[in-house]
């Protein structure tokens, strides 16, 4: 996202529920499969800004995953944040591949994730290269994301960083809960002002057959005026994002 000034700013979600943006540690799977997302949102979130200027999201995406562990997948959402920094693109698109596997108790994750815009004419460009690497124990999972690219259009934030911390409590009946918190670091002369810390606490529930929900209050404490809309709606506040998924 850009301000609609000359400073740039970001491209987050609710974080698990956005799908792709959200993997975390597992072992591999037992059998190879292909599997495909679709949902609405009321708000597109990623980590803790709003992609989609507070408004209704709709996202859909596809995954392989390999019996060996390795996995491949691509993700996208309509946004706004491009349009609102003068670019010209309306969606996002995400393209990732990894491998997951166990040592013992301690799960792992490792794998490289592009965030592309198509078209958006922002200079710096607002493409994004980031590997990751997570590792769960128990109900905990720990991530960190390392940018090798400049970070959503801001200059000279190459090697930029997100930490992310959270768990996974099940709750019985097909309810889950999720808390969150992550540290965005933008590196690079004059960027820091856009680090911040985002938290969240997500309430999942399964109905089965594939179609799930969520409902998740999620804040930052970004400082005032460095993530807002054309309008000067602060987009980092806290707020409630539901959200409907089916998965098939």
Same mark, same amino acid.
């Given at each position: 996202?850009?301000?609609?000034?000359?400073?740039?700013?970001?491209?987050?979600?609710?974080?698990?529920?956005?799908?792709?943006?959200?993997?975390?540690?597992?072992?591999?799977?037992?059998?190879?499969?292909?599997?495909?997302?679709?949902?609405?949102?009321?708000?597109?979130?990623?980590?803790?800004?709003?992609?989609?200027?507070?408004?209704?999201?709709?996202?859909?995406?596809?995954?392989?995953?390999?019996?060996?562990?390795?996995?491949?997948?691509?993700?996208?959402?309509?946004?706004?944040?491009?349009?609102?920094?003068?670019?010209?693109?309306?969606?996002?698109?995400?393209?990732?591949?990894?491998?997951?596997?166990?040592?013992?108790?301690?799960?792992?994750?490792?794998?490289?994730?592009?965030?592309?815009?198509?078209?958006? $004419?922002?200079?710096?460009?607002?493409?994004?290269?980031?590997?990751?690497?997570?590792?769960?124990?128990?109900?905990?999972?720990?991530?960190?994301?390392?940018?090798?690219?400049?970070?959503?259009?801001?200059?000279?934030? $190459?090697?930029?960083?997100?930490?992310?911390?959270?768990?996974?409590?099940?709750?019985?009946?097909?309810?889950?809960?999720?808390?969150?918190?992550?540290?965005?670091?933008?590196?690079?002369?004059?960027?820091?002002?856009?680090?911040?810390?985002?938290?969240?606490?997500?309430?999942?529930?399964?109905?089965?057959?594939?179609?799930?929900?969520?409902?998740?209050?999620?804040?930052?404490?970004?400082?005032?005026?460095?993530?807002?809309?054309?309008?000067?709606?602060?987009?980092? $506040?806290?707020?409630?994002?539901?959200?409907?998924?089916?998965?098939?």
């Amino acid at each position: 996202m850009k301000k609609i000034s000359s400073h740039v700013v970001f491209a987050l979600t609710l974080g698990a529920a956005a799908g792709a943006m959200a993997q975390t540690a597992a072992p591999a799977a037992p059998e190879s499969t292909l599997a495909f997302n679709v949902g609405a949102f009321s708000e597109y979130r990623y980590r803790g800004i709003s992609q989609s200027r507070l408004k209704p999201a709709l996202q859909a995406g596809l995954d392989y995953t390999d019996k060996s562990g390795f996995y491949v997948g691509a993700w996208g959402s309509d946004i706004w944040w491009i349009k609102d920094a003068r670019g010209d693109a309306n969606v996002e698109l995400d393209f990732y591949g990894g491998y997951k596997g166990a040592v013992g108790d301690v799960a792992y994750d490792v794998g490289y994730l592009r965030y592309e815009y198509p078209s958006n $004419k922002l200079r710096p460009n607002a493409n994004t290269d980031e590997f990751y690497g997570a590792v769960t124990v128990g109900l905990f999972t720990a991530k960190y994301s390392h940018a090798v690219s400049n970070l959503f259009g801001f200059s000279g934030s $190459k090697n930029s960083g997100y930490l992310d911390l959270s768990a996974a409590f099940d709750l019985g009946n097909g309810y889950s809960l999720t808390p969150h918190v992550g540290r965005q670091n933008v590196s690079g002369k004059g960027n820091g002002i856009y680090s911040y810390t985002d938290t969240a606490l997500t309430l999942g529930k399964d109905f089965g057959n594939g179609l799930s929900a969520s409902a998740a209050i999620i804040g930052t404490d970004a400082k005032a005026g460095s993530y807002v809309s054309p309008t000067n709606k602060d987009l980092g $506040k806290s707020g409630l994002v539901v959200g409907l998924k089916y998965t098939f």
